[in-house]
């Protein structure tokens, strides 16, 4: 009774699972200060963001905020929220590391304005890839 319920149903095909996009993040200090100089910056309301093409192809992205934005929570509540919003992009911004830097317009909104917010910026240059 107890072999049946370890019966392997056999290997599961690769096709069937969605193929899975990592957010990786920029640590290192010498690979920010390239994004700064080298890449392609776009200012709006809410953010400025720096984009630079980058060898690989996982997107990699650090977030910058100070202390002006508001108080620890807030800071933090904004971050999660560029994560969850960059998560969500996963698939339009394959090959770019970016720096974010929210401005304080930002604490209103909401995700779907962030995604919007974000997918205008990447339309403006021209670093949008559609899914």
Do not use: W
Request: charge should be positive; hydrophobic fraction near 40%; proline fraction near 3%.
């Amino acid at each position: 009774m107890a072999g049946e319920l370890l019966i392997d149903a056999g290997p599961k095909e690769e096709s069937a699972f969605p193929s899975k996009i990592v957010l990786g993040k920029l640590v290192d200090k010498r690979s920010v200060q390239t994004v700064f100089h080298e890449g392609k910056k776009r200012v709006s309301d809410v953010f400025v963001l720096y984009t630079l093409r980058s060898a690989a192809e996982t997107p990699c992205y650090a977030i910058f905020m100070k202390k002006h934005f508001g108080i620890a929570v807030e800071r933090n509540h904004a971050k999660r929220l560029i994560r969850a919003a960059l998560h969500q992009m996963r698939h339009t911004i394959l090959g770019y590391d970016m720096v974010l830097i929210p401005r304080t317009k930002m604490k209103g909104l909401g995700l779907k304005q962030i995604v919007d917010e974000l997918q205008q910026l990447f339309n403006k240059s021209g670093r949008s890839r559609q899914a």
